[in-house]
Each structure stands twice: as C-alpha cells, then as structure tokens.
C-alpha cells in the first residue's frame, strides 16, 4: 500500500487525531471539559491506539495517586509573605 494512502487511512481510522494530539488534550478528557465532537475522536484514535489507552491509565493513575497525597503546608513567613502582597493588590 502507498505510504500517503496508508497513513491517510490510518488517520481517518484514528480520528484523524496524532498520538501527540491525544497527549496535549488528555488533561481536558479527564477534566470532562472535551466537547463532545471532540471526545468522540479521542475515544475512536483509543480504539485503534493501544499505546494511548495506556499513557491514558497512567494519568488516571497519576491523578489519582496525587489526590492522595496531603496539602503540603506553608511556612508562617511564607503566608504572612503572601498576604502582604495580596492587600496591596492593585486593583484594576
């Protein structure tokens, strides 16, 4: 099959998304603020990319993972700091 021919086909089958395209829009997927045209041809490039459907459970489990983890506090100085900077805010 003709090289041109192929990858044409291939990105009609995927949704005409790149593995790249599906990297820089997962965090809008998982955040559920995909528009649905959108979504679906994520899900058709997942049906045909398996390498995708795992980068897409690893970030599930990454985010998952992190929501465990406690707040990290702030430093009394640190707090006092940004309160500081925040009532001279200008306000525009």
């Known amino acids: 099959m003709d090289k041109n021919l192929k990858e044409h086909l ?4 995927l949704g005409r998304l790149s593995c790249q395209d599906v990297a820089e829009i997962i965090t809008e ?3 559920g603020a995909m528009s649905l045209s959108n979504r679906i041809r994520f899900h058709m490039h997942l049906g045909m990319c398996r390498d995708c459907r795992n980068y897409l459970e690893q970030m599930k489990a990454t985010v998952q993972t ?3 983890l ?4 702030i ?7 940004l309160l500081r900077r ?3 805010w200008k306000k525009g």
């Open 10 to 13: 291939m990105s009609y089958l």
């Open 29 to 31: 997927y998982l955040e």
């Open 66 to 68: 992190l929501g465990k």
């Open 70 to 73: 406690p707040p990290e506090p």
């Open 75 to 81: 430093s009394p100085h640190v707090r006092e700091e």
């Open 86 to 88: 925040f009532q001279h």
